[in-house]
């Protein structure tokens, strides 16, 4: 019986076995693989359930029963196919691959297969054994067996195995745009912030020095990185660094280094900073600011009251009216018990007093505390001098400076200061009209107005002996 007949004999009944297995050996004798594919073409009419299917044994027994190595893995190969593409049997498809020893009538289609049949099964280590054996598989480079698991993985959910696979391209070709781009998105989906890290500084490397943009860009997120993922506050402090290596005075990177520094309470480091930041800037209230903040911490933080006066005397030598500053420095002088600098910071102060009656107020409180505790006499001199300009008769100006002209061995000054405190007397001081006698013959070496004195004397008191 020709195989046409056998085929009209089936058709009549597709449920006899018999006739079905007589028409595949009967083609399978012949090698018409036209025939078989005839038959391969029509399963799905004849086939409801391929795994209870009676017909789908015959063709898979007559695949291994084959002597004829080229038909048997054609037999194997289309059995395969069928069990995949008609009826969803992949594993039993898988099977049929399987037994393929030689070349695969269509190879991209075996490796379709494998691809989705082992994708679906996660199971990568397989797939990539397939892909790269040049036997049973396609024998494909495995550099880019890697970038084809990588991209399966990542669609179908393994983010993980995904950056596995990307890191091997990587590490082969580091500038590969593609793994650059799947590592950048993969790390923090799996949480790989070192891994992140190290991948932003590789692309920084790769910046040139002149494209800052660029490299402020890749700075900013390796510190966010730090920061809010890894925590790590010393290196976010070693990557503002890092800034300042390449953008020195960069006052965003200086800001950001005060706060972490302020929030690690380490101090020194701090008002390292600030001193950095002052450079830094020509804005005058700008470096006021600057200089003030580094003296409270100078005063609050260190009890470092001379490193705290360098700052608010800076202050000062920028805006001499500063009322803080002077406050702050006058404090902190009368703390240290060093009056002549504490005289010359109130001077200051009273200098911008505006009300006349309390600046001489003010004045005269002052010069009483230099006369007593100032060494240099020409503190209180000057000051009671500025009393004398206000209230030339004032008592305890004169006093004062009598006493301090003479400590200064001033003479000119005593006299002065005494002439004028015996002009201001109701009556005649015979003492004083003596003493400036005196001063004008012997330390003066003034004979003329020695004499006049002693006449003074000598009107007074008539029968003064030595006038």
Excluded at 52 to 78: F, I, N, T
Excluded at 227 to 233: I, M, T, Y
Excluded at 300 to 306: C, L, R, V
């Amino acid at each position: 019986m020709s195989t046409s007949e056998l085929f009209d004999t089936f058709e009549a009944n597709p449920k006899d076995v018999r006739a079905f297995d007589a028409l595949v050996r009967a083609l399978i004798d012949a090698d018409d693989r036209e025939g078989l594919e005839a038959i391969y073409d029509h399963l799905p009419e004849w086939i409801e359930d391929a795994a209870s299917s009676p017909l789908m044994r015959v063709l898979m027994q007559k695949a291994r029963g084959c002597e004829d190595g080229a038909l048997a893995d054609w037999l194997h190969y289309r059995n395969g196919v069928s069990l995949w593409r008609h009826f969803s049997e992949s594993q039993r498809a898988e099977s049929c691959f399987r037994k393929i020893e030689g070349q695969a009538p269509e190879p991209e289609l075996v490796r379709e297969f494998y691809v989705g049949f082992y994708t679906a099964q996660k199971n990568w280590r397989r797939l990539e054994q397939f892909l790269t054996d040049s036997e049973r598989g396609p024998g494909e480079e495995p550099l880019a067996v890697k970038r084809t698991l990588g991209r399966l993985a990542d669609e179908h959910g393994q983010p993980e195995r995904a950056v596995t696979f990307w890191q091997a391209v990587h590490q082969e070709e580091p500038q590969d745009r593609d793994a650059n781009e799947a590592l950048g998105r993969l790390y923090p989906k799996v949480g790989k912030w070192h891994s992140m890290v190290d991948l932003l500084k590789e692309r920084l490397a790769r910046v040139p020095d002149e494209d800052e943009t660029a490299r402020f860009a890749l700075f900013d997120e390796i510190i966010r990185i730090y920061k809010d993922e890894l925590r790590a506050p010393s290196k976010v402090i070693s990557a503002w660094q890092s800034v300042l290596e390449f953008a020195p005075g960069n006052r965003r990177a200086l800001d950001a280094l005060l706060a972490e520094y302020e929030e690690m309470n380490r101090w020194p480091d701090a008002v390292r900073v600030l001193k950095l930041t002052i450079d830094t800037t020509d804005d005058v209230s700008e470096k006021i600011a600057l200089h003030r903040r580094i003296a409270t911490l100078m005063l609050d933080t260190f009890s470092n009251a001379a490193e705290a006066i360098v700052h608010l005397e800076a202050i000062l030598s920028l805006d001499p009216s500063d009322p803080q500053a002077n406050a702050t420095l006058r404090e902190t002088y009368e703390t240290r018990r060093d009056w002549f600098r504490f005289a010359t910071v109130r001077e200051r102060e009273i200098d911008q007093m505006a009300d006349p009656g309390a600046r001489h107020a003010a004045v005269i409180e002052l010069a009483s505390l230099a006369t007593d505790r100032v060494r240099q006499l020409e503190v209180p001199i000057r000051l009671w001098r500025q009393v004398l300009e206000a209230d030339g008769d004032h008592p305890e100006a004169l006093e004062a400076l009598e006493d301090l002209y003479e400590r200064a061995k001033s003479y000119g000054e005593l006299v002065t200061i005494l002439e004028r405190r015996f002009d201001a007397a109701a009556e005649v001081d015979p003492a004083l009209a003596e003493r400036l006698a005196l001063l004008y013959a012997s330390k003066l070496d003034d004979s003329d107005q020695a004499e006049r004195w002693w006449r003074v004397l000598l009107e007074a008191t008539p029968d003064h002996r030595k006038a």
